[in-house]
Structures are given as C-alpha cells and as structure tokens.
C-alpha cells in the first residue's frame, strides 16, 4: 500500500513530507501509520534534534483525511473506520507532546486532519498562501483532531464562530485566533528551507531561532492582510456567546451588515445537528486537556458514523457532488438538546477505550 510519506534526515533534521498533492495531501490511513513509525524512531534518534513537516505539490499542507475512505469505510466502523481515527487521534496526540522541537509548514490549504497534524508543532508557520479551516459541519462531522480543544483556546467566542460556521481564515487571521505563531512569505520560506540544509545542527532550539530570526523582518506585512477576525470581534462574540445555533442565527439576523448576512447563509448550508454539536464541543472543551478531547472525540466520531449526518455529508460534498445533502433536521430549530447530549456519552469504559492509554496532557496542553 503507498502512503505517499517523504522521510529524510539530513543535518540534524527530519524532514517529514506529505506527498499527495493529487488529492491535496489527504491522509490516507497508511500515511498516518508511517508518520507515526517515524517520529517514534526519530524521538529516540540522537541525529535527529528537530522535525519539519511540510506538504509536498505547492498547494497544500494537508486539506484533511481520506473522505472518500470515511464513505466507503462507513459500514465497516467497528472494524475499519475506528482504527483509522484511533491511529489519526494517537499521531496528533504524540505530536503535541514530542519531546523534540517540531515545525509545521502550513502553506496553502490546511484543514481537518491537517490542521490535526499542525495544531501540535512548537512552531506553526503560516504564509501568505495559507487557507486555514475546520470546515467539518459542512460535510455532517465535528472539527475534531484535537479541533474542540485548539478552538478553544482562540480568544473570546472566536472558537465557537471558527466550529460552527469552518468559516475560511488566512495568515493573519490564524496568528490572531492563536492557531499559529509566525509568518514568512513563502519565497521567503523556501530560502530557509535552503539554508538549513546546508547546515548542520546539534540542537532543536537553533533550528527554530533560524525560522524565527527569518520571520522577524516580514512580521509588519501582517497589518495590511485581511483579518475579519480582527474587524469583527465585537460582533464574534456578541453573536457567538449565545446559548445555541438558533439564537445566535437570531441574533445574527438583527445585524444588518454583509458580514453578518454572509455568515447566516453559511450557516444554513451546514449540517444543524453538526453545528449544535460543533457548538457544545468547543464550550466543553474549555475544561478539558487535549488528552481529554482526543480521547472525547473518538466516542463522538463513532456517533457521526451510527446515526449521525456524516455518510450523507461526505456523499453530497466529495462522492455524487451534488452540494445537495438531505440533512437529517431541515432547521436548527428541529436539533433537540437530547441529540446533541448522546454525542458526549463515551461507548466505551474508562478502561476499555481505544485510547485509554494516550498519556496525560502537560504544559499548554493541560486543562
């Protein structure tokens, strides 16, 4: 089986490279599994003091995972798709407690499962091609990889608008929502990219003051780039503290500005039990490590795929292409608090979940 990975080594660095640029570096089960096998080995490597990760193509870092894998994997959860997602979950949990300094490339597209992959590096750089989302309640998932807990860390009601709408967002946005730490224009990031391997390194910390000494002279460029974020804070969280979906489309209907009638349109296109959930995930998630989330995530993934909007999402956006999906609540109004509560029941025992033995989260990953 492929699993389009790059693995390189060179002057103190590993390199790890996502090289699926047909289908946007989409993580196929056998890249994830890959990764995972080579940031164990390269953790215990005394040649290696620091990973990059990076997408190959020119377009993306990672648009996410392998939907078409979730539709026809679908049936099969109890013996396919949960692995998949316990393997997916187990990489971006080790990630974020690598004991060794980690950079993420995020240039272009990053979404769902890369975004997954990104949230945990020591360094998230973005550039000036980035497209950053958790655009999952579009396709009848929940922002998961770890997506409940990185959301809420974002200032104010930011996370919950980013969860139930997978609103777009670039460089600047990103360094403003605190989903990434610095910018470098992407010819700016090739030439460090060259210059590191013509150096050799005996320490992670001197590889990520090379990015950061490189990010320091274009981190001015970020006040003439579009941050909506920025712009709309005040209404973010005027809107987004509501209590559920359908009182913030209420109150967004009270706001007569194009911003506001384009975020209502956004939110009818997506799947209302999603959204509803989206919504509870992130406020839960607030109190929770990431160790917490990932493991809370897996339970509610299996709900997506016993019951859930997932199948119908996914068929609708990436199989017939129809944009037309038959949601299973025509209305937010029609999503009962009862529904959104079985998401967060655990299928599982404390002692039985797959994931019982993630280690506890440390540091800025705690609760």
Partial sequence: MQDWIECEVQGGIGYLTMARPQALN????SMLLTMRDTLRAWESDPAVHAVIIAGAGGKA??????????HQMAASWDTVLEQY??????????????????VALMDGVVMGGGMGVAQGAHLRLVTERTKMAMPETNIGLFPDVGGGWFLAQAPGHVGEYLGVTGAVIGAAEALYAGLADDY????????????????????????????????????ADLSVMSNVLAARRTQIDRHFAAPDVPTILASLSQDECEWSRQTQSMIRTRSP????VALEQVRRARAYSVTEELQAELGMMRHVFHGGDGGEGIRALAIDKDHRPAWQHAEVDAVSREEVGRFFASPWSAATHPLQNLAPARGRHAA
């Fill in 26 to 29: 989409a993580l196929s089960h």
């Fill in 61 to 70: 870092f990672c648009a996410g995972g392998d939907i078409r894998f979730f």
């Fill in 85 to 102: 997602f316990v393997d997916e979950y187990s990489l971006d949990h080790a990630i974020h407690l690598y004991s060794k300094p980690v």
């Fill in 184 to 219: 470098l224009p992407f010819a700016a990031l090739q030439g460090v990219l060259a210059h590191l391997r013509d150096q050799t390194f005996t320490d992670g910390d001197s590889v990520l003051a090379a990015f950061r000494d490189a990010c320091a002279p274009h981190r």
């Fill in 273 to 276: 039990l999603m959204m509803c």
